[in-house]
């Protein structure tokens, strides 16, 4: 009788719900019980700091990005800063935008096309492999050591001078390697049926590359290209010693007008400065630049579940 | 044997002319083909140089990337008074011409070993938890959020490790050992690192945990273990290729990581002593003095011998992640 009142009452009904029955049956049940509970604790640190970044940035530099009043808004975005650093941070904007335009100028061509010659024109082998494993290299170096490169070479060796086209060709050769993959991985999965098909009507290869092939493949290497372009946004160390800095846009291609700021840098630059307003402007900087990174990584996201739904 | 050794040398010689002439007989018919092609032929065999170029690009950049470290940190290594023997010489003085790198080598570890102490238990962790114990519904928002984790730019890592984790480092863990720190210190960079490792491992270790098949879970169920004993004895141990090349992977970009450690870790010449101590990590040295450097040519080249080393540790953490995979493939035929 005592047992089936309990059973009705709430808290055995909670015992029983949150597990704790079945956990108290042995030892290893319980600590089967205690395993999980730990495993959910795990996730919850796991994915904390991405709220805690995201509330830090957001409760300081918020109403710099969102609020109408002066040099707020889109005033803070598009007004060049003035003495004192006061103002906006177009320079920055611009840059940032700049760079990733150039460098996706030279660098998704590269990779892309490099993508299509291992997939297509290469048999598995000694080749394929040399390529693919110098990208997995390419991948793993750090950001550092691209930037002490694009200075020695770029800046150095090839008498470019530091500014856009030594910063954007130096975050180029950082996007080869996810682009190439993402690619491949897209390339591959397109059925042998569709080139067999293109090339039986009499296409050469190089149309049915175009017309069947990489269009086919279109949504994985524009899912390639979004991650690399959202990597590559937020790198600092490569453009320290390869685009300099400076407080208005660039207006020549060498020399030293072509010195050019980006977001991340000026992030540094400001943080790193003892005033208190530029404080205020470095957090509203940053809730900008990973408002437009994490966009373009959704962006990404989206488009590639898509791809696979479809394939499957 | 004579006579056989005369046949082979008659044969060698009469190999050569027949691969030169095997050579431009390629040559030529290659030539001849263009010429005799059509409008989209021609268009069809340009398009193949094309996208050869490209696709050496990337081998032609690791080329390049080696050449030049090495080119301009030979330098320092082939000084009289400096030499190989600067990696394990501790002092760091470029006005007395003392460019010892040890000190920045037992930081970069020590950072880097602090935090893969910290994200590889938590890591794994996780990926258990997302292949085997996650409710369907949570298991796709958990992934984005880590998704977005490895998007975040390290700068604002830096950003909030510097603004938030120093302070409380400062006033509320230090005190507890009764330590005084201004915050920014080994511990410091080892935490946020470990925050920056966690989506690596946890996507890769996921994504290997759920390449393990069905059918060694459900077998060691029926044979009466707990779910929690079947994903650490039997899913783990399966997937085990798959984590340790995750882990490998994080400790590259552990010692890589740049712009968050530069900000908090202190930036002194010290070998630390304890978590509380500053130290000076391989990363921030190259930033911090190769703007001032690049005049002085032995100063310069002793930093750019430090990315050398940089760029062989990277290597060979790919080459191992590598042949973690290769392991993979060979015992288990998944990865």
Redesign the interface.
């Known amino acids: 009788m005592q047992v089936s009142i309990n059973s009705e009452s709430f808290l055995y009904r909670l015992y029983g719900r949150i597990g704790l029955k079945d956990a108290m049956k042995s030892r ?2 319980f ?2 019980y205690i ?2 509970i ?3 604790i ?2 919850i ?3 904390s ?2 709220f ?2 995201l509330f ?2 957001a409760s300081v530099g918020f109403w710099q990005v969102f609020g109408t009043g002066t040099g707020q808004g889109l005033e803070f975005l598009f007004t060049f800063p003035g003495a004192g650093l006061e103002g906006g941070i177009r320079n920055a904007f611009v840059g940032t935008v700049e760079l990733i335009a150039m460098a996706s100028v030279v660098g998704i ?10 997939n ?3 048999r598995p082998g000694y080749m394929r492999e ?2 693919e ?17 694009g ?3 770029l800046v ?2 090839l008498h470019i001078g530091m500014g856009i086209i030594a910063g954007s060709v130096t975050l180029a ?1 950082m996007m ?2 996810t682009i ?1 993959r993402t690619t491949e991985e897209a390339l591959r999965a397109v059925p042998m049926s569709l080139r067999e098909a293109s090339l039986a009507l009499g296409a ?4 049915t ?1 175009w017309n069947v092939t990489l269009r086919a493949a279109f949504p994985g290497v524009i899912t390639g290209v979004l991650l690399a372009v ?2 590559v ?5 490569p453009l ?2 390869t685009a300099g800095n400076s407080l208005s846009v660039p207006t020549e291609l060498t020399g030293p007008g072509s010195w050019i700021a980006s977001m ?1 840098y000026t ?2 630059a400001y ?2 400065d003892p005033r208190e307003y530029l ?1 205020v402007k ?2 509203g900087t ?1 809730l900008a ?2 408002m437009m ?2 966009t ?3 962006v990404a ?1 989206l488009i590639s579940r898509k791809v696979t739904r479809r394939l499957v | 044997v004579t006579e056989e050794k005369e046949m082979i040398v008659q044969q060698g010689q009469e190999q050569v002319p027949a691969l030169r002439s095997r050579i431009l007989g390629t040559i030529s018919q290659t030539v001849h083909d263009f010429r005799v092609a059509d409008k989209s032929g021609k268009v069809d065999m340009l398009g193949r140089l094309g996208f050869f170029i490209p696709a050496i690009a990337s081998t032609i950049i690791i080329v390049l990337i080696l050449a030049f470290l090495w080119y301009e940190s030979v330098p320092i290594f082939v000084d009289p008074n400096a030499g190989p023997g600067i990696i394990v010489s501790p002092t760091w003085d470029p006005n007395r011409d003392l460019f010892g790198i040890a000190i920045f080598i037992i930081g970069s570890l020590l950072c880097a070993g602090i935090a893969i102490g910290i994200a590889v238990p938590l890591g794994i962790g996780g990926a258990i938890f997302l292949s085997e114990f996650c409710p369907m519904r949570l298991r796709q928002p958990i992934k984005s959020v880590i998704e977005m984790m490895a998007a975040i730019p390290s700068i604002v890592y830096g950003l909030w490790a510097y603004l938030v984790l120093v302070p409380i480092i400062k006033n509320n863990i230090a005190p507890i050992t009764q330590s005084t720190t201004n915050g920014l210190s080994l511990l410091a960079g080892g935490l946020i690192l470990a925050i920056m490792l966690l989506p690596t491992i946890v996507t890769i270790s996921t994504d290997a945990l759920q390449t393990v098949p069905r059918s060694l879970r459900e077998a060691s169920l029926a044979l009466g273990a707990t779910q929690s004993e079947t994903s650490r004895k039997i899913v783990l141990s399966a997937a085990l290729p798959g984590v340790g090349a995750a882990i490998v992977l994080s400790l590259g970009r552990a010692v890589g990581e740049t712009m968050a450690v530069l900000m908090v870790t202190g930036n002194s010449l010290q070998i630390p002593y304890s978590l509380f101590d500053p130290t000076y990590v391989m990363t921030s040295i190259i930033t911090n003095q190769l703007g001032y450097a690049f005049v002085f040519p032995l100063w310069r080249s002793a930093l750019f011998a430090v990315g050398f080393i940089l760029l062989i540790m990277s290597i060979c953490f790919t080459l191992t992640a590598k042949f973690f995979i290769k392991w993979g493939m060979k015992t288990r035929g998944y990865i």
């Open positions: 290893r049940h600590s089967d395993f999980k730990l495993l959910g795990i996730i640190i796991i994915c700091p991405f805690l970044i830090q940035v061509p590269l990779s892309v096309f490099g993508a299509v010659y291992i297509e024109y290469t040399v390529i494993f110098t990208s997995d290299v390419l991948a793993g170096i750090p950001s550092i050591v691209f930037g002490a490169f200075f020695t070479f150095d060796f050769f080869i390697p190439l050469t290869k190089w149309s590359i959202g990597r946004m937020g790198e600092t160390a320290i010693f991340p992030i540094w943080i790193s404080q470095a957090h940053a630049l990973m990174v994490l373009i990584d959704i996201n």
